[in-house]
């Protein structure tokens, strides 16, 4: 399960990687300074890209790579906590919306209703 493209849950980082690139912070830069750390950082960059479809495909294509196959390495992306999100706010002078889009997946089943209709 994909924290980034889980079936409920769907976080893009893209915007975040656009802004890093408009005010010319690197991937080196990043690990130099220690801005942003390198796990995190690679979760975000999974976790990005023009649409849903893209996220799905850096995921999949990780996934099946033969040296990740061969070596048991499965994407199964993470959480990123509020905190970090806060600092790379900090950082950047924005806020979180700038940096991510968020999408909940909305399951009716999971609704108050349908969980609890029955409850007294």
Known sequence: MYICMEKMLMINYNKLMQKLKDK?????I?????????GILT????CSGDSWEDIENN????????????????FAGGDVSTKTIEDICQL???QPQDLIEWKVDLKPELSYENRYKNAK
């Open 24 to 28: 010319g912070i690197t991937t080196y």
């Open 30 to 38: 990043i690990r130099q300074k220690g801005l942003i750390p390198q």
């Open 43 to 46: 979760k975000m960059k999974m």
């Open 59 to 74: 995921i999949k294509e990780y996934n099946e790579k033969p040296e990740n196959v061969e070596k048991g390495r499965v």
């Open 92 to 94: 950047l002078q924005c």
